[in-house]
């Protein structure tokens, strides 16, 4: 039964649902601010193109090499720091190497915590915004309702006589009583 109740709580629960809508909700959003930053770009780009134009091949070359030759002795310094101070003893390269485990572990859950939070805040933006899509359509059928509707009856006096055209109420309906299945029975082998 443990099976059972846990597949009907996963197909009833609607926070998938909410997620998709959340994120399409967000997508939307983001894609109303495309417009203005393809106007800022168009805008930018002339000055960009010209800044590069107007830059010298060799400048950018010299500030290139002199940055990958700083580059060079900076991980070069590292390297020999780390080759200097690596302990060769192993019993305390397996503590490190535990240490580093266990963290990675940490931040994993870490991750993990705060993946589910962003999970469940898109959800909710997204439960927000199909209440607003739900209640922007029913009040678009209220509109309609009252277009539709004639205005209500006058009431009668008591002292008036009723007549047979009033409406009876609506039976409540109660659903049929399901069925067993029948058994079937196997016919008997032949022999």
């Not at 060799?58 to 101070?85: I, M, N």
């Not at 485990?101 to 199909?130: F, T």
């Not at 008591?158 to 409540?172: F, G, L, M, R, V």
Request: glycine residues 4%; charged residues 30%; neutral net charge.
């Amino acid at each position: 039964m443990a099976i059972t109740d846990d597949l009907r709580k996963t197909l009833t629960d609607p926070t998938p649902l909410y997620f998709a809508a959340g994120t399409a909700d967000l997508a939307v959003q983001q894609a109303k601010k495309v417009p203005a930053l393809i106007e800022q770009l168009r805008s930018e780009a002339p000055a960009r193109i010209d800044a590069v134009r107007n830059t010298d091949p060799k400048a950018v070359q010299e500030k290139v090499t002199s940055r990958a030759k700083e580059a060079q002795a900076t991980v070069q310094a590292k390297v020999t720091e780390v080759l200097g101070t690596l302990d060769t003893d192993v019993k305390k390269l397996g503590e490190q190497a535990q240490d580093l485990a266990l963290r990675s572990v940490g931040v994993a859950a870490e991750y993990a915590v705060k993946a589910r939070e962003a999970y469940e805040k898109v959800a909710e933006h997204g439960e927000q915004s199909v209440r607003a899509w739900r209640g922007e359509a029913a009040e678009e059928i209220n509109e309609i309702a009252v277009a539709v509707e004639p205005g209500p009856e006058p009431e009668k006096k008591a002292d008036e006589p009723k007549t047979a055209e009033a409406k009876a109420a609506p039976a409540k309906k109660t659903p049929a009583a399901r069925k067993a299945p029948a058994k079937k029975t196997t016919p008997a082998a032949e022999k």
